[in-house]
T-cell receptor, first 115, second 113 residues
């Protein structure tokens, strides 16, 4: 396993368009997280899946955002009617359910630019 | 609420030692993590403290004082490749729920020749 993969690495879209990002976690990790990171800030939590169940959503996740993990493996994050304020790095991370000292394993992120 | 503070930027010279501080105020505590993040890349795990004291791992060490809500990351023998952002993160419960893992704003370290 090569770690957490995210696709695409970069996305430029016009305001009002819909975009979808994909995350493939480490195969034995049952927990998957989406974070958003803007320039000069730390990652901010968006949503969390345990297997296919979405158990948590941050108040940062407006109605325009939706995430799925249909088979408990890969996940998608969709943003509808994008706005310039959505421009950020979207990070995916995964972990096991076992309390451990390594925290999360992050993917390289998808950088979204809304023009 | 949850609050984590770090200096925004630091500069140091190649070969020197630098200490990056982190203070936190969280509803609970179940571990403090340091991550390194190069520009445009994923955060990568550096260190973990759950008990008071110093954890050493090669050129990097991390210290924790739970009573003071304080940690620092110490980088020795700085190299140019250490130029990156360093993120302090606190887990405030035993569970891995996302809301329980809070990141600070990060400290951008520039290493100069």
């Amino acid at each position: 396993d090569t770690g957490v993969s995210q696709d695409p690495r970069h996305k430029i879209t016009k305001r009002g368009q819909n975009v979808t990002f994909r995350c493939d976690p480490i195969s034995e990790h049952n927990r998957l997280y989406w974070y958003r990171q803007t320039l000069g800030q730390g990652p901010e939590f968006l949503t969390y899946f345990q297997n296919e169940a979405q158990l948590e959503k941050s108040r940062l996740l407006s109605d325009r955002f939706s995430a799925e993990r249909p088979k408990g493996s890969f996940s998608t994050l969709e943003i509808q009617r994008t706005e310039q304020g959505d421009s950020a790095m979207y990070l995916c991370a995964s972990s096991t359910g076992i309390l451990n000292s390594n925290g999360y394993t992050f993917g390289s992120g998808t950088r979204l630019t809304v023009v | 609420g949850q609050n984590i503070d770090q200096p925004t930027e630091m500069t140091a010279t190649e070969g020197a030692i630098v200490q990056i501080n982190c203070t936190y105020q969280t509803s609970g505590f179940n571990g403090l993590f340091w991550y390194q993040q190069h520009a445009g890349e994923a955060p990568t795990f550096l260190s973990y403290n759950v008990l008071d004291g110093l954890e050493e791992k090669g050129r990097f060490s991390s210290f924790l004082s739970r009573s003071k809500g304080y940690s620092y990351l110490l980088l020795k023998e700085l190299q140019m490749k250490d130029s990156a952002s360093y993120l302090c993160a606190v887990r405030d419960s035993e569970d891995n729920y996302g809301q329980n893992f809070v990141f600070g704003p990060g400290t951008r370290l520039s290493v100069l020749p």
